[in-house]
Every structure is written in structure tokens, then in C-alpha cells.
């Protein structure tokens, strides 16, 4: 560290410096690491940790027009990129409590505080929905199915039209039904029943996503992302059935497999009790 000092002089450099560089580098690669997929972000990110390093160069160097400039720059600009980026803001929030649990957690905290049960689909219903999703694959019929976890859909359910369903196979096709004012958008289904229908979901930014997947699956990749639902996504051109779970899309091949999918769902609710 002696080095240092006599090769910078004007730095005040120690082994609390260079642990602090650690420590900081290491939250901006995990913060860029999670939203590399969103190029508005990460340029905000990137913007930001620039006039970071630069107003730590000019303070190191003393010179205190530019400091003086940097941090009214630093000041005024965070605010302004929050008004002006407060949806990529919060989704960039989202997505990291998604991806380290904290959603769930602080969702079963909340619950368990308020005394809230968290609804969970019955055997039954997912036999429903399993009959449901068989035949809209059958006949080619394009839908867009919603399971809450413990990410509440209340944004999502104001943008569409709410009612009290039982879980039917038969509702279900009929919601779906291309000549249905409900078949546009999404259907949200909590616990047992059918909470809303042609509800409006959030659209991916991501660029690396096959052209073969349409609106539907960018839709269903895009809440998947910001929330810990699951979306059972079926194909208008193909009537290929697929499951997203935290921005991964995975197809569903066959009856059979789609069964012991929501099978293990409801094992996992299960759990989380």
C-alpha cells in the first residue's frame, strides 16, 4: 500500500479503500448481472456508476468546480431519472426480489402476520384446468392462464374485467373462445377460482427471445419476471401448450406431462405452507 501512496500522492489510500472498492464493485456486477436483459436499466445503471467514478476521480484530484458540478448533476439527475424510469425502476425491483426469494418470503411474513391463508388449487380444479388447456391445444384456440402465488395480481386484475368463477373446464374454452369479448388478454386464476379475465400483462424487453414465440409468451415472460406467478401459455398457431416460470419458457409435450406439472404445483404450495 506504501507504493501506492508514494506513486499517488494525492490519495489517501488503505486496506479500508480497497474494501470498500471490493465491496461496491461486487453489488454492481450482481445489479447489472440481473438486469442485463433491460437495456433501458442497465444504461441507467451505466449512466449513474459513470458520474459515480468520475466525481470520485475529480474529488480525488481537488478540483472543486467539478465537484461541485458532478454532485448537483448527481443530485438533480437520480431524481429525474425516477420520475422519468419509474416502471423500469420498480420491474428492475421486482425482478431482483423474484429472483433472491424475497417475494415469497416477505409475502408468507405479511400473510402470516395478517392472518391471510394463501389459497391453493385443489385437485379437482387442476384436473379442470389440465381438460381446459387439453382441448384449447386441440382445436388451435390461443390463451393466456395466470397462476398467483404470493405476488398479488391486484395491477394486473384493474386492467381487465373481475368475477367469481369455480375453476370449469367448459368457461374456461368458452372465455377463450376467439368470438369472446374475454378471449383478448389474460385470465388470473387464485387458488380455486377465477378471479378476472382479459387482463393486460407487462411485455418483455428482452431482445433474445425466439421470433416463433408471440405476444402471449413476451406477455407471459414479462410477469414472470417481475413476479413469482407461473403462466400457462397456449399457441393460436401451433396449439402448443407452454409453462413460464420466472422468465424461462418451457413446453408442456403431452396430457400426461401437463398433469404432473400442475401436479408439482400444487405440491409446492404444499410446502410453502
Known amino acids: 500500500m506504501k507504493n ?32 442485463r436483459a433491460d437495456s433501458t436499466v442497465l444504461n441507467i445503471v451505466l449512466v449513474l456508476v459513470a458520474l459515480l ?7 480525488a484530484l481537488n478540483m472543486r468546480m ?3 458540478l458532478l454532485n448537483t448533476l448527481l443530485d438533480v439527475g437520480v431524481l429525474a431519472l425516477i420520475i422519468l424510469f419509474q416502471p423500469e425502476i420498480r420491474h428492475m425491483l421486482n425482478r431482483l426480489a423474484v429472483q433472491s426469494g424475497l417475494t415469497r418470503r416477505t409475502g408468507e411474513l405479511f400473510n402470516r402476520i395478517m392472518g391471510i391463508k394463501e389459497e ?3 385437485s379437482e ?5 389440465g381438460e381446459a388447456v387439453r382441448a384449447m391445444s386441440a382445436e388451435k384456440t390461443g390463451a393466456l392462464i395466470v397462476l ?3 405476488s398479488s395480481m391486484e395491477e394486473y386484475m384493474n386492467t381487465g374485467d373481475r ?5 370449469n373446464r367448459r368457461l374456461i374454452t368458452n372465455i377463450f373462445f376467439k368470438n369472446s369479448p374475454l378471449h383478448d388478454g389474460a385470465m388470473i386464476i387464485i387458488g380455486d377460482h377465477i378471479a378476472a379475465a382479459r387482463c ?11 421470433a416463433h414465440y408471440g405476444m402471449r409468451h413476451r406477455a407471459a415472460i414479462g410477469l414472470t419476471e417481475d413476479t413469482d406467478a407461473d403462466v400457462l401459455v397456449v399457441s393460436e398457431e401451433t396449439g402448443n401448450v407452454s409453462f413460464v416460470r420466472g422468465g424461462e419458457i418451457t413446453t408442456v409435450n403431452d396430457v400426461k406431462e401437463l398433469r404432473q406439472l400442475l401436479s408439482s404445483l400444487m405440491m409446492t404450495d404444499e410446502e410453502g405452507d
Open 200 to 210: 393486460q400483462l407487462p411485455m418483455t424487453n428482452r431482445t433474445d427471445i425466439p
Open 66 to 68: 467539478m465537484t461541485v
Open 4 to 35: 501506492l501512496v508514494s506513486i499517488f500522492g494525492f490519495l489517501s489510500f488503505g486496506w479500508a479503500d480497497v474494501l470498500d472498492i471490493l465491496m461496491v464493485a461486487t453489488i454492481i456486477f450482481f445489479l447489472i448481472r440481473s438486469i
Open 148 to 150: 398467483q402465488h404470493k
Open 125 to 129: 380444479s387442476a384436473e379442470e384446468l
Open 53 to 59: 467514478v468520475l466525481q470520485g476521480v475529480v474529488s
Open 163 to 167: 368475477f367469481e368463477a369455480d375453476i
Open 120 to 122: 391453493k388449487m385443489g
